[in-house]
């Protein structure tokens, strides 16, 4: 016998056996015709086109660039951009979940008009598919019936977190031609407004703070879900990472209600009764006043140099002489002096050692900053709060400092080359002379510092002051779920023509008469200017990884073709203006000037790059003196003038620990919050005024897979939305043993919580990690609509939430009702 060839292939192996088969068996076919093996069918096939895509994610405010495969036409990964400056190749856990969004069976999936004209939640609004022309036909005509009658301003535009000038950034012309001021309503009274008010009232700047994390030394944070939800969450997760490693390590002191992902990393967590943050804020401040802690480099000192700071005394303002801030002394005398960390331990709870321990670490490392947000102003007191934690940026000098925090630059966008001013009519010339306030009554007597008041246009509308809307359009907000005491909206939409843009349906879309929806992100362009990040400008272009799957339009141009309907020199306007490409284009215009970093200087290279960014920031503060960037390094002196104009754009050119702006206020102020006229100006404590009658605070924050609502019909969102908590098809209602204890109620049992408004049924997970007179049920759960596994599951916290506002800024106190909790008679 010979040698065996090992080295047949199959091929060949099958080929031999069929002829010696043949020969042994009568009517054998010879030449049967063989299929290729799975593997071998594979290696033969066309190779499958794969791309890569720029885009942004869409999952929170954070702007990181995403790199969206597709193959064959589909979409099958995201990653983080390697070359992004938020993303850095990578994504937070929700940041993967794109397509899963594109791709939602429960999609709109072209426009709908509504045939059955009874509302409400429990109604099938009947939708029936209509094609484009007849869907922006019917708006164009609605709105150009208003106008007739000298009504325009009955239409309003209501949109939540928008991304830039190609979408929201649209609105402001779209009213000034039309001639509404409602085109612009937004949804930061829910959001930021408190923070931001407080921070322009000291500093000029009404605006989020850029950060310099990565180069501080200590971290104070007040209520800032940095590992949860604070912006941009992805590139959060990676700072943290550098600033607990490096030499030396970033000390981080957590200020919050309960024991959460930051607080629980963090060097010290101190669990605040909830709304007194501005109390340990300013007992802080007295112990870095008392202590001399205070940088007198940017604050300034004594004139010979003593301290005079002691407790419970007052100061001679003459023997101090200021440098960069305003009213120093004068607030010592007025608040500061008689906040001592024993005082401020009654308030809070938080014993007093604790607070002289953190105040001298805050005060003695440098550099520090002190950050905060929603956990501080959703309670009525909430500028007030914001004014005393923001205070301690300037007595530790952060301000513009190198690991502070500062201001963010703005893009150089080219300027549209359409002058809206050359085709405003006699319609809207006259709608703007009757001077007509707002819907949500902002800068009126009302509210004469709210920036928007989403929360109080239902009832508003339904009062009938100062006017009942007629046609309201959404985008990027459904305020049926979110807005406290939310079902006030379904009454309010019962008389209203309702246009929701969203690609899902949502609670807002129930109630829709027309419904246009938009692409997904994965399917648009848009740009996407930076929040404050670093402070150095930044804009993003999402570009379409995929044609659109469903007949559906990009908010922008949806607006734009409305546009071009309506009678008269506004639709000559749109006409000129074309599409969202167009405005991209001229946009992009800017960049011929004004190269990134990247080498991004025109839309084409936009679109290949994804991010046009330019560093470094153009300011700088060092041991008390401003510099700007000369090319080189911060070497170029400013002006007091200079700061003025570019950096504390106040009164005095200062920060003003005594702000003027506000003062300005103080018959406002005082009618409304009781503070002595005198007094309004100064960082100070002011109790909050909590609503019921309960005995529990309630708090609902946002947890990592929030991803403000668009997560909600996403199984894999779903399952690890509450991950210390909670359960894979519920959240759970944290509760700590001792009130739980005393209630008979067990862990896993199903309670109910109730206000004034209503009660919500959920199960309990005992927990120590809440303060014992507070619970905590993550905002997110309790849709009755939005799609298949988003329905019916869980409760809605917000339906239980009374509609209570901060009087100044106007920012809902949602953390601010108490309530009871009862373990039901039925535990099915």
Known sequence: MGKIDL????????????????????????????????????????????????????????????????????????????????????????????????????????????????????????????????????????????????????????????????????????????????????????????????????????????????????????????????????????????????????????????????????????????????????????????????????????????????????????????????????????????????WASKVTTIPAKDIVKVAHEFGTTRPAMAIFERGPTTHTNAVYNGLSIHALNALVGSMYAVGGLMSQMGVPYGALPWKVDEYVDDIAKAAAAKKLPRIDRVKTAEGPLWSNMIQGIPDFHMEGKPYKLDTLMFYLTNPIFSTPDCTRWEKALQDIFVIDTSPFPGETAMFADIVVPDHTYLERWQDTPTYPFQGYPLTNLRTPAVKPIHDTKVFGDTLIEIGKRINGKMGEYYKQVGNVDNVLRALAKGFEKNPGDNGVNSFETWAEKGVWYKKPYLWRQIAGEFYEWDGVDYRKPMSPEDVKKRLFKTESGKFELRSSYLEKYADFVNAKLGVPKERVGFPQWLEPRYSGKGDLFLVTPKTPMHAEGRSANIPQAISIYQPVSGGRNQTFLEMHPKPAKARGIKNGDLVHIKSELGSVKVRVHLTPAARPDTIVLPFGFGHWAHGRWAKDRGENASAIIPNISDPISGLTSNYSTLVTVEKTESQA
Not at 147 to 166: I, N, V, Y
Not at 325 to 331: A, C, F, I, M, Q
């Open 7 to 342: 080295t047949t292939s199959r091929r060949g192996f099958l080929q031999a056996t069929a002829v010696t088969g043949a020969a042994g068996v009568v009517g054998s076919v010879v030449g049967e015709v063989l299929q290729p093996t799975p593997s071998e069918a594979l290696a033969q096939a066309p190779r499958p086109e794969t791309k890569i895509t720029k885009n942004v994610c869409h999952q929170c405010p954070a702007r990181c660039g995403i790199d969206v495969y597709t193959t064959n036409g589909k979409v099958h990964a995201i990653y983080g951009t390697l070359d992004h400056p938020i993303s850095n190749g990578k994504l937070c856990p929700k940041g993967h979940l794109g397509a899963y969004i594109l791709y939602d069976p429960d999609r709109f999936t072209g426009p709908m008009k509504r045939t059955n004209p009874k509302k409400g939640r429990n109604e099938d609004p009947r939708f029936v598919r209509i094609t484009w022309d007849e869907a922006l036909n019917t708006i164009a005509a609605r709105l150009n019936g208003l106008r007739d009658k000298g009504e325009s301003h009955r239409f309003a535009l209501l949109t939540g977190r928008g991304w830039g000038a190609s979408d929201a950034g649209l609105t402001d012309n779209f009213g000034k031609l039309y001639g509404t001021p409602n085109a612009s309503l937004g949804h930061s009274s829910m959001c930021s407004d408190a923070s931001k008010r407080a921070k322009q009232l000291m500093d000029g700047n009404y605006s989020y703070n850029a950060y310099d994390y990565r180069n501080t030394n200590y971290l104070l944070n007040f209520g800032a879900a940095y590992l949860e939800a604070f912006r941009p969450y992805n590139n959060n997760l990676q700072t943290w990472g550098h600033i607990r490693t490096k030499s030396p390590k970033t000390k981080v002191t957590v200020v919050d209600i309960r024991v959460t992902t930051t607080g629980a990393a963090a060097d010290h967590l101190l669990l605040v009764k909830p709304g007194t943050d501005g109390a340990l804020a300013l007992a802080i401040a007295h112990v870095i006043l008392t202590e001399g802690l205070w940088d007198k480099k940017f604050v300034g000192d004594f004139n010979d140099g003593n301290n005079r700071f002691i407790s419970g005394f007052s100061v001679d303002q003459s023997t101090f002489t200021e440098r960069w801030t305003k009213g120093l002394v004068e607030w010592w005398n007025a608040e500061v002096k008689d906040r001592t960390p024993e």
